[in-house]
């Protein structure tokens, strides 16, 4: 039997994640999380942006981050706040439902991590931590930050 392509590998270890990562957080209250809401999430928890700014941080057209934040609105995940200087300036916030939505993500990925660590073992474990890391400083280096997990 041939082995899979480790692209092909990649991809579905993600799909994996991403999935059991949504039944998680919907079984913890949060079951209207979007597929690209974690992205927003990580942006907005440093710091206020404009929908520009989330735009161009996600490598997407400002319309279609508007159709994101306008879910998010909807979904109490985010707040508009107007700018105190700028009438014209809409700052997006994010809302104490989407740290909670947040808190309960990295809660997943810890518990995802110890799971694979007493399947494959602490150092299989390490091993892939560490192939990945340098993927993801190869992609910061490159200053390719539409892929960086905001």
Same mark, same amino acid.
Request: proline residues 3%; hydrophobic residues 45%; without cysteine.
């Given at each position: 039997?041939?082995?899979?392509?480790?692209?092909?590998?990649?991809?579905?270890?993600? =799909?994996? *994640?991403?999935?059991?990562?949504?039944?998680?957080?919907?079984?913890?209250?949060?079951?209207? &999380?979007?597929? +690209? *809401?974690?992205? &927003?999430? $990580?942006?907005?928890? +440093?710091?206020?942006?404009?929908? /520009? =700014?989330?735009?161009?941080?996600?490598?997407?057209?400002?319309? =279609?981050?508007?159709?994101?934040?306008?879910?998010?609105? !909807?979904? =109490?995940?985010? !707040?508009?706040?107007?700018?105190? #200087?700028?009438?014209?300036?809409?700052? @997006?916030? @994010?809302?104490?439902?989407? /740290?909670?939505?947040?808190? !309960?993500?990295? $809660?997943?990925?810890? /518990? *995802?991590?110890?799971?694979?660590?007493? $399947?494959?073992? $602490? #150092? /299989? &474990?390490?091993?892939?931590?560490?192939?990945?890391?340098?993927?993801?400083?190869? &992609?910061?280096?490159?200053?390719? !930050?539409?892929?960086?997990?905001?």
């Amino acid at each position: 039997m041939a082995k899979e392509d480790i692209g092909i590998l990649l991809n579905v270890a993600f =799909g994996v *994640f991403k999935r059991d990562l949504h039944r998680h957080l919907a079984a913890h209250g949060f079951p209207d &999380v979007g597929p +690209s *809401f974690g992205y &927003v999430f $990580r942006l907005l928890a +440093s710091g206020p942006h404009n929908l /520009q =700014g989330v735009a161009a941080a996600l490598g997407i057209t400002a319309q =279609g981050a508007l159709k994101i934040v306008a879910d998010m609105v !909807e979904k =109490g995940y985010v !707040e508009r706040r107007d700018d105190p #200087d700028d009438g014209r300036v809409k700052w @997006l916030v @994010l809302t104490a439902r989407a /740290q909670a939505a947040m808190a !309960e993500a990295r $809660r997943f990925h810890r /518990q *995802f991590e110890r799971g694979l660590t007493a $399947r494959l073992g $602490r #150092d /299989q &474990v390490a091993a892939l931590r560490t192939v990945l890391e340098d993927v993801y400083a190869g &992609v910061q280096a490159d200053g390719f !930050e539409q892929i960086r997990p905001l």
